[in-house]
Each structure stands twice: as structure tokens, then as C-alpha cells.
């Protein structure tokens, strides 16, 4: 017979998918910045459900990584999904999501970067095909980064966190959606 206190298997909680999405001249030259966007957020729509949040553009500069590939003038725009999701189905998003960004690809390659995840109560994760100490890896060749955590009121980050992330950039979108998915739990 088990311990009471040894606890039992359940469900896990939903969760709420966001994308975090870098873009820069290459995509605005790709068929002009408007008819793109809306195209690309038409694609994740039908992944992902109905967009509930698209936060501000935000300057992607504390690197130069993606620059060769997507050109210069890169910012990353954090949006959120109002569809409950399940963590489990993070490495097919992430598979469809780079199939997506395949489809905006030019000549010299990706000419956007979807960064799928999802928060709930206590974190934020997004989905990755790179393998690091902090990464679990949830199969298909997709890991699961935890890149901010909920303590106290507020995000913090953590020592891995993003350059970008680590400035607190994007805490007034993360406050946004988080305000959202507990609306949406308290709903039910």
C-alpha cells in the first residue's frame, strides 16, 4: 500500500501556448510588411487557435546571430494564443512551427523565426531543437527550455535565460499573457 503523502499520477494543468517570433528587413521585403505579417499570423492561427495578445515589436539587439540569415533590423514580437494547450504537444508545434517558417524562407533562408512555448502558473518554456544542461528533452528532437520563472509576483530570469530576455523586455507582455491564462483557468 502506497503512503497517503506518496501522492498519485494525474493530468497536467493546461497550459497557454505563446509565440515568440523574430522578424526583420528580409521578411518586410518578402511581399511588403503587412501582407506578410498577416499571412504569418494567419498560419500560426490555424495551429494554434485565435490570437488573444500581440505585444509591441521589440528590438532583437543583443546579438548579431540571426542577422546573415534574416537580414538586419531584427525585433521579436510575443504573442498568445486564447486556446488552452497541453505541454505534451510542444515538439509537434514546434515541428509545425518550423515548417511554417520554411514557408517564408527566400533565396538565402529563414526570413522569420517562430520560438513556440507555453506558460503556465510557474514558467515560462520555450521549445528548442538545441540540447543544453538546462533542457529536457521531450522527444522528436525537440527540448523544452524553461526561460523565465513566476516567483514571488514577478518573472524572473534565470542563469540561462536569453540576453534578451535577461533585460525584462518582455515582462509587460509575460504579465499580459499570464493575466490571461488566469482568466481563462478561473473560467474553466
Not at 521585403?29 to 495551429?47: I, N, V, Y
Not at 518554456?125 to 528533452?137: D, R, T, W
Amino acid at each position: 500500500m502506497a503512503h497517503p503523502k506518496a501522492g498519485a499520477p494525474k493530468e497536467g494543468a493546461p497550459v497557454k501556448y505563446f509565440a515568440a517570433i523574430l522578424a526583420g528587413e528580409r521578411f518586410a521585403r518578402r511581399g511588403g510588411l503587412q501582407p506578410g505579417l498577416d499571412a504569418l499570423l494567419g498560419s500560426l492561427e490555424a495551429l494554434l487557435g485565435p490570437i488573444d495578445y500581440t505585444g509591441k515589436p521589440k528590438p532583437f539587439d543583443m546579438t548579431d546571430y540571426y542577422e546573415d540569415e534574416m537580414g538586419p533590423a531584427i525585433e521579436r514580437t510575443i504573442i498568445s494564443f486564447s486556446r488552452p494547450g497541453e505541454a505534451p504537444d510542444l515538439p509537434r508545434i514546434k515541428l509545425a512551427t518550423t515548417a511554417i517558417e520554411q514557408e517564408f524562407a527566400a533565396g538565402e533562408g529563414r526570413t522569420v523565426n517562430i520560438d513556440p512555448g507555453y506558460i503556465d502558473y510557474f514558467k515560462a518554456v520555450l521549445a528548442s531543437f538545441k540540447e543544453g544542461p538546462q533542457k529536457i528533452y521531450l522527444g522528436q528532437g525537440v527540448y523544452a527550455d524553461p526561460v523565465l520563472m513566476y516567483q514571488d509576483g514577478a518573472w524572473n530570469v534565470l542563469p540561462w535565460s536569453f540576453p534578451d530576455f535577461r533585460t525584462g523586455r518582455y515582462t509587460e507582455d509575460f504579465d499580459a499573457i499570464r493575466k490571461l491564462y488566469r482568466a481563462a483557468r478561473r473560467a474553466g
